[in-house]
């Protein structure tokens, strides 16, 4: 039986040097060319066994039955959560890199999650040893070296050490030394390195190695059909690629493909088939690829391919296939019957944010992938009278389609996020405010506080009804509201609030408005008085005073004022 290659993700925190890792693992020097040292695109990597034994002499002893390693280099969770296959994580077996002095970042604890989600195998790198103060190679065995340095050092690496492992036992996970390791089918093996010095990276060679040859050769075993996940859409001039991961059988130039889609499937013949060149960025045209390979493919027909969507080779089974995938997918992201609208640019981010919202018990009503379109604007509309608080549509590495940049979504919530934690951070503190607004609204629909400052210079009527000027300090106040002075003397209920002599439903915190009071005379009533209040009832009182969180601390001090001036009238008033 033929076995292929591991498929092998490095993933973990923006600059903490994943990177400068693989590069250390390659032996090439591609961190220095990129943008700022960050990864712009996924990248894949193939790296021949013959390779990883110059890389690695001590490998030569053990007989290996695979052919070298596929590396993916994501560059940050929205790639690393697409890489998914049929039935689990695309990767076999995963790098985390975590900056031994930084520890567990938010981004280092999402990748934690969904590594647990795809049920993915990993290893540690504890990357940047190098830069813990006093640090010197000692010896070519890491192990030694690490017995060697001197004390002070020593104690910072262990503290280091033992932080990490205290974070990752919160996580779910038995962490150790690479070298304390008695199983490794239990146990995080932790392999302290140096991307920059190559410091422990014949270590975490050796520890990939093992870890492939003892537990994943029956996983490498070569399928019959090829079997592939699109990981990328690119244009390059004219030309528009697809670039993949062939993760099962070996697929041909001649073949025609069929990739599953939400919708139809899509059938396709293959214009020209590349594959990833050896320890290189480059492709070159091939007639056969090998699994476990990176491929390119210019595809006949390429509209509608998405990231994330699986392909095989189309035997004429577009309907089997198409019930294969809508019953799997159907159980990854099932929906209910009220909720949010989520998008995602491939299928494994769609799959891994929809796994984390399940966790915080935050329905879905609709799931789909690419952009925010008008449809997605409908649906959340849709909301809007009986669920507003689900008025919402949440997009993962995504981004709003152009035709609908016009439409009219002041009423909806649109968040957009790169990573997965933010996003739905940031969707929890809205719906936390949005449940805060619906209750004040109803607390304010009952009775409304305000505070007015009269505007002595502007008084337009005297008497009967009396028109003047106010400023409104505190709350709001709207037609029919009933006011009292600063004594808690009734005045009379608003008949309008006018501004720039247009008649307006409300005035808030802030506005100078003109308000006309039925009954009332300004000079004999109004003259000595600089400050008006809503007449509040002592039931209505009790209710804002049980919900004081949802006022303004504006709104509080003249809810406190109103109590003031109503107790010098009744003492137990409100109490």
């Known amino acids: ?28 020097t591609i961190a220095e060319s990129e943008a700022g040292g960050i990864t ?85 790198a504890l990357n940047k040893i190098d830069n813990i103060s006093g640090w010197r190679k000692q010896s070519e065995s890491l192990k030694e070296s690490i017995k060697m340095q001197s004390t002070s050092t020593s104690q910072q690496f262990q503290e280091e050490l033992l932080t990490i492992i205290g974070a990752l036992y919160h996580h779910g996970f038995n962490a150790k030394p690479f070298y304390e390791v008695t199983d490794f089918t239990k146990q995080i093996a932790l392999v302290p390195c140096s991307g920059k010095t190559g410091e422990g990276i014949n270590e975490l060679i050796m520890t990939l190695c093992g870890i492939s040859q003892k537990f994943l050769k029956k996983q490498l075993e070569l399928g019959d059909e090829p079997r592939g996940v ?8 004219t030309m528009q690629y697809a670039e993949a991961i062939l993760y099962d059988g070996i697929l041909s130039a001649k073949d025609e493909i069929v990739i599953a889609s939400f919708d139809e499937p899509i059938i396709t013949k293959i214009r020209v088939l590349e594959e990833i060149q050896p320890i290189s960025d480059k492709f070159k045209p091939t007639q056969q690829a ?30 089997e296939i198409k019930k294969q995938f809508q019953k799997e997918i159907g159980d990854k992201i099932k929906t209910s019957e009220k909720g949010i609208i989520i998008k995602a640019d491939s299928l494994g981010s769609l799959e891994a944010l929809i796994t984390m919202l399940r966790q915080e018990k935050i329905p879905v009503i609709k799931a789909d992938i690419g952009k925010i379109n008008k449809k997605d604007i409908i649906s959340a509309q849709a909301n809007l009278k009986e669920d507003p608080i689900n008025a919402i549509i949440l997009g993962f590495n995504t981004e709003i389609d152009e035709e609908i940049k016009q439409t009219d979504i002041s009423k909806i919530k649109i968040i957009t996020e790169e990573v997965i934690y933010k996003l739905i951070e940031n969707l929890i503190k809205f719906q ?144």
């Open 1 to 28: 039986m033929a076995i292929r290659q591991p498929i092998i993700t490095v993933a973990g925190h923006v600059d903490h040097g994943k990177t400068t890792l693989l590069d250390s693992i390659r032996k090439t």
């Open 290 to 319: 090998h699994a476990a390979d990176g491929i390119r493919m210019q595809l006949i027909n390429s509209k509608e391919v998405l990231p994330g969507m699986p392909f095989t080779i189309f035997k004429n089974n577009a309907s």
């Open 230 to 237: 699109i990981l990328e859409i690119k244009k390059e001039k």
């Open 432 to 575: 936390n405010e949005k449940r805060n607004e619906i209750k004040r609204e109803r607390l304010i629909g009952l009775a409304t506080i305000c505070k007015l400052a009269i505007l002595h210079q502007y008084v337009f009527h005297n008497s009967n009804p009396a028109v003047f000027g106010v400023r409104v300090e505190a709350g709001k106040i709207r037609h029919n509201m009933p006011i009292i002075d600063e004594n808690g003397k009734p005045i009379a209920k608003i008949k309008d609030v006018q501004e720039n002599q247009k008649k307006i439903e409300e005035a808030t915190q802030e506005m100078e408005v003109a308000i006309s009071l039925p009954g009332t005379n300004f000079e004999r009533q109004l003259k000595e008085v600089n400050n008006l209040y809503s007449d509040l009832s002592e039931k209505q009182f009790i209710e804002f005073k049980e919900n004081k969180d949802l006022l303004t601390n504006d709104e509080m001090q003249a809810l406190q004022k109103i109590a003031e001036i109503k107790r010098k009238q009744k003492p137990a008033w409100g109490v």
């Open 40 to 124: 712009q695109k996924i990248s894949f990597t193939k790296v021949p066994i013959e390779n990883i034994k110059k890389r690695c002499p001590a490998i030569s002893q053990y007989n290996l039955d695979f052919p070298g390693f596929l590396f993916i280099d994501t560059p940050g969770h929205a790639a690393f959560s697409h890489l998914r296959k049929r039935g689990g994580s695309l990767a076999d077996l995963a790098i985390l890199v975590i900056d031994i002095n930084e520890g567990i970042m938010p981004q280092t604890a999402e990748v934690i999650e969904l590594l647990k989600i795809n049920k993915t195998p990993f290893i540690i």
